[in-house]
């Protein structure tokens, strides 16, 4: 798999050329590969072939040039040729929730599987690395079946991606899922990652159904430990206990462990939101009540009216012609998503009640906020906090953790509402800094 051994061919289908196909097809590239990109968007596709990355993830741009010109890595919407040149396929689609249902929409999916089977003249392994419903891959068989008699191999290996953090986990994941009902699939995959394995990611073998679950359950479960360390941040601040001496006493527990364990706002993302609601409606087509999770969707759903409710605290309920600034606005930092931020309710919100909003975020203006009256993207981050009544730090951009809020706002009478607890309470008591967090006491 290293540019001296031999290549093993591949093909990433992904509609939009999206976040884990592109990552995943780079990253396979840069282990010796040769990959195909498949998008049917020719405009995406040029402009990757010019060196233009559509999305914002640390590291990922540099590799695409690599791999490129070591010719490793082709984008294409030739289909027909790269899954002719291919022995794997992977299919990275989208998969969202249906608005009424919140069921999985598979219509990417078994679109691109009909694509696949109407250009394949040979034995091929398909894997899925979108996040599918279990039974995903038993569907994908029968449309198969139904259209060619050529033999397929049907495979879930899910991808566990953290954006911001994508290269780095797919070369140092903690484990490779891959499910499979046939037990030679396995020596297929094991040999793909083989270097990754080399390195120390535990290879995890299991069902197909086994697999397609793994996904959504690891998803939930990080999603609920947010959601209940969130919960106790509302008790703390009523109680006036500091929640970061919660999480760091729960986290020294070997059992729990500390990460996700921090407070601050509702998540969001590609993957928590759909996820949750996805394990849901496939516990309902199993007759299963997933009460659990149910709970931490609805949890998650009123934390951001808890977050509006504080701001009309701390302003008094006096938002007319008040000078707002956002201090990052995308739902985490290292990604340009803005995908269930918080920051698309509060902004909103806020502006219907009369606030001046300015935000500024590091990956630029956001077109979801075009259209809100009285909301304006500024480049700088200086000029943007200067006349501020009150700065939402919303996301931890490293570079909003070290800020001298006394020489940055003119007003002497700026507050500071921090979602992520990026100060320490005691230094903004010695510079007399009107300042609100969350689950910690107040500095007023």
Not at 71 to 94: E, H, M, Q
Not at 220 to 240: D, P, Q
């Given at each position: 798999?290293?540019?001296?051994?031999?290549?093993?061919?591949?093909?990433?289908?992904?509609?939009?050329?999206?976040?884990?196909?592109?990552?995943?097809?780079?990253?396979?590239?840069?282990?010796g590969?040769?990959?195909?990109?498949?998008?049917?968007?020719?405009?995406?596709?040029?402009?990757?072939?010019?060196?233009?990355?559509?999305?914002?993830?640390?590291?990922?741009?540099?590799?695409?040039?690599?791999?490129?010109?070591?010719?490793?890595?082709?984008?294409?919407n030739?289909?027909?040729?790269?899954?002719?040149?291919?022995?794997?396929?992977?299919?990275?689609?989208?998969?969202?929730?249906?608005?009424?249902?919140?069921?999985?929409?598979?219509?990417?999916?078994?679109?691109?599987?009909?694509?696949?089977?109407?250009?394949?003249?040979?034995?091929?392994?398909?894997?899925?690395?979108?996040t599918?419903?279990?039974?995903?891959?038993?569907?994908?068989?029968?449309?198969i079946?139904?259209?060619?008699?050529?033999?397929?191999?049907?495979?879930?290996?899910?991808?566990?991606?953290?954006?911001?953090?994508?290269?780095?986990?797919?070369?140092?994941?903690?484990?490779?899922?891959?499910?499979?009902?046939?037990?030679?699939?396995?020596?297929?995959?094991?040999?793909?990652?083989?270097?990754?394995?080399?390195?120390?990611?535990?290879f995890?073998?299991?069902?197909r159904?086994?697999?397609?679950?793994?996904?959504?359950?690891?998803?939930?479960?990080?999603?609920?430990?947010?959601?209940?360390?969130?919960?106790?941040?509302?008790?703390?601040?009523?109680?006036?206990?500091?929640?970061?001496?919660?999480?760091?006493?729960?986290?020294?527990?070997?059992?729990?462990?500390?990460?996700?364990?921090?407070?601050?706002?509702?998540?969001?993302?590609?993957?928590?939101?759909?996820?949750?609601?996805?394990?849901?409606?496939?516990?309902?087509?199993?007759?299963?009540?997933?009460?659990?999770?149910?709970?931490?969707?609805?949890?998650?759903?009123?934390?951001?009216?808890?977050?509006?409710?504080?701001?009309?605290?701390?302003?008094?309920?006096?938002?007319?012609n008040?000078?707002?600034?956002?201090?990052?606005?995308?739902?985490?930092?290292?990604?340009?998503?803005?995908?269930?931020?918080?920051?698309?309710?509060?902004?909103?919100?806020l502006?219907?009640?009369?606030?001046?909003?300015?935000?500024?975020?590091?990956?630029?203006?956001?077109?979801?906020?075009?259209?809100?009256?009285?909301?304006?993207?500024?480049?700088?981050?200086?000029?943007?906090?200067?006349?501020?009544?009150?700065?939402?730090?919303?996301?931890?951009?490293?570079?909003?953790?070290?800020?001298?809020?006394?020489?940055?706002?003119k007003?002497?009478?700026?507050?500071?509402?921090?979602?992520?607890?990026?100060?320490?309470?005691?230094?903004?008591?010695?510079?007399?800094?009107?300042?609100?967090?969350?689950?910690?006491?107040?500095?007023?």
């Amino acid at each position: 798999h290293y540019p001296l051994r031999r290549q093993r061919q591949m093909c990433i289908r992904d509609r939009g050329t999206g976040y884990v196909g592109l990552v995943s097809g780079t990253c396979f590239a840069d282990l010796g590969n040769k990959v195909y990109c498949v998008d049917k968007n020719i405009d995406k596709i040029n402009k990757l072939n010019s060196g233009v990355c559509p999305i914002y993830e640390p590291g990922l741009e540099e590799l695409i040039h690599k791999n490129r010109k070591a010719g490793r890595l082709i984008f294409t919407n030739n289909l027909s040729l790269a899954i002719k040149n291919s022995s794997i396929i992977f299919i990275c689609v989208g998969t969202p929730n249906n608005k009424k249902t919140n069921s999985v929409n598979l219509n990417y999916v078994f679109s691109a599987v009909k694509d696949i089977a109407k250009k394949s003249n040979s034995r091929k392994t398909i894997v899925t690395k979108s996040t599918v419903p279990v039974g995903t891959g038993d569907e994908i068989e029968k449309i198969i079946k139904k259209m060619k008699k050529v033999k397929f191999d049907i495979v879930s290996n899910p991808e566990f991606l953290r954006e911001g953090e994508a290269i780095r986990d797919f070369r140092y994941p903690d484990r490779i899922v891959v499910g499979s009902n046939n037990q030679k699939v396995f020596k297929t995959l094991k040999t793909l990652y083989q270097p990754l394995i080399n390195k120390g990611a535990k290879f995890f073998k299991s069902s197909r159904r086994g697999a397609e679950l793994i996904k959504y359950a690891s998803n939930a479960f990080l999603a609920t430990k947010i959601t209940f360390i969130n919960e106790l941040a509302n008790l703390c601040e009523k109680a006036n206990i500091d929640v970061e001496d919660i999480s760091l006493g729960m986290g020294s527990d070997v059992r729990i462990g500390s990460r996700f364990l921090r407070a601050g706002p509702a998540y969001g993302g590609s993957c928590f939101p759909k996820d949750t609601k996805g394990l849901v409606s496939t516990g309902k087509k199993f007759n299963v009540d997933l009460s659990v999770v149910k709970s931490v969707i609805k949890s998650n759903q009123n934390r951001v009216k808890l977050h509006t409710k504080r701001i009309s605290s701390i302003l008094t309920n006096k938002f007319k012609n008040k000078k707002i600034v956002f201090l990052g606005v995308t739902f985490k930092p290292n990604t340009d998503d803005m995908r269930d931020s918080t920051s698309l309710s509060m902004i909103p919100f806020l502006s219907k009640k009369g606030a001046k909003i300015t935000y500024y975020d590091p990956t630029g203006k956001k077109e979801e906020f075009n259209k809100i009256k009285n909301c304006f993207f500024n480049s700088n981050l200086n000029t943007a906090c200067k006349n501020a009544d009150l700065i939402i730090l919303h996301t931890e951009w490293d570079e909003f953790k070290t800020l001298n809020f006394n020489n940055l706002v003119k007003s002497k009478k700026f507050k500071i509402y921090d979602l992520r607890n990026l100060y320490n309470l005691n230094d903004m008591l010695s510079k007399k800094i009107s300042y609100y967090s969350v689950g910690r006491p107040s500095i007023k």
